[in-house]
């Protein structure tokens, strides 16, 4: 094994090397078109909305909640692997150096989230607080330090095993957080901030002395490494295939009756299987139900026509375009190439069902365009969506299940 002080460089370039390996295929997909088109849209309509904006507005709330949650949320990437929990726990005491630079290293990655946040919040923080951009620059030195300590806080109580200990200490600090970002944008008075800054120094000092003897939660450490990078490589699975990935499957009940509803017969076999794949993966459903309910809310909250079409029909093609990959989701099984079936009968089942999805999810950003009785909007947002639909469904899938998933014969 390498030297320890050296196996910190092999893995953040392990770490880089698979990272690179994927985006080439996450860069160079039509999702980039679609984020390109909704940035612009979305940053003309936010340019509209703050212009309309007064001093009555409470810019300093809905930022200090933005970027609070933000910082509160430092994950600490320490790149460590299975076997580590056997080679590396007697090194122990010779892995400081490795642990610093897992804190510096998510620092500087996750920076540039803070960095966003902060710049898109500034057009609606000069306008409602006046003053200038300069601000901008001691504003994010101050959020920056401010996520300096969440990082160190988070790896200091990654030393509890009990995650009602890591739960507490994330309500504690978002509260602290929130607190102390609003006494700065909003301009309070200097012993205000000055004082939560103290609590914030006593927290982490606190801390540090009951974690004093506590030893490295190694299971913990590498279950958290595994599931960020799970959730890495389920993104990734929307653009190529990806073999580290495996899926997750619940019961869900209650859907039961959605999947009883599927034909019976051997012509629909396969559509079963993709109803029963897509209401019990959390990867498909799940998906499903956040776009959904991220793009209702952006209708109701738009009282413009063209925001509500356009935001219907960007998150029709967000669903069916990330949900294409189920049509593989069970190719390297065995049982379904065990079916008598003809293989037609597999790609005309997944557009069925994916029919279906789009169809449910097509009707409920119509139903909620209507809000407020606006009828034209929705007549308008069908009109819309009914016309991705058909380009969608007759020639954007069909080209994409050839040049992607055809069977090899």
Known sequence: MKHVHDLWASRLQDYNRELQKYLRYILNGHLMFVLIF??????????NWVSTLDESFNAPVIMAV????????????????????VYLTPLEGQMKRYFLSAIVSSFFFQSYLVLVALAVS???????????F???????????????????????????????????????????NVVFLWAVFAKASLWLPVIIG???VVYL?????????????????????????????????LFTDVPHLKGQAKRRRWLDPFLQRSPFGQ????????????????????LWIRLSAIASVIIIGSGVLWVKAAVAVLFLYLTGFQLIPMLKKHELKIWPDLY???SGYKNASFKGVLSTVLIVQGALFIIVSAWGAAWFDACVTAFASLLFYAVFMYWYVPAQIKKWYTPLN
């Open 38 to 47: 909704a940035i612009g849209g979305g940053g003309y309509a936010y340019s």
């Open 66 to 85: 933005l970027i609070g949650v933000i910082v509160t949320m430092s994950p600490i990437y320490t790149y460590l692997k299975e076997p580590d929990k």
């Open 122 to 132: 500034m057009p609606m923080y000069v306008k409602v607080q006046g003053g200038t």
């Open 134 to 176: 300069t601000a901008f620059f001691w504003l994010l030195a101050v959020v920056l330090a401010l996520k300096v300590w969440n990082l160190i806080v988070r790896w200091t109580v990654l030393r509890y095993q009990e995650l009602s200990t890591h739960r507490t200490d994330m309500a504690v600090r978002l509260v602290l």
């Open 198 to 200: 103290i609590v914030l």
């Open 205 to 237: 000092i606190a801390f540090r002395k009951l974690t004093a003897h506590k030893t490295i939660k190694w299971e913990l450490l590498i279950d958290l490494e595994h599931a960020r990078l799970h959730r890495f490589y389920r993104f990734a699975n």
């Open 267 to 286: 012509k629909h076999t396969y559509r079963y299987l993709y109803v029963r794949t897509f209401l019990r993966s959390d990867e498909y459903f799940g």
């Open 340 to 342: 008598p079936l003809p």
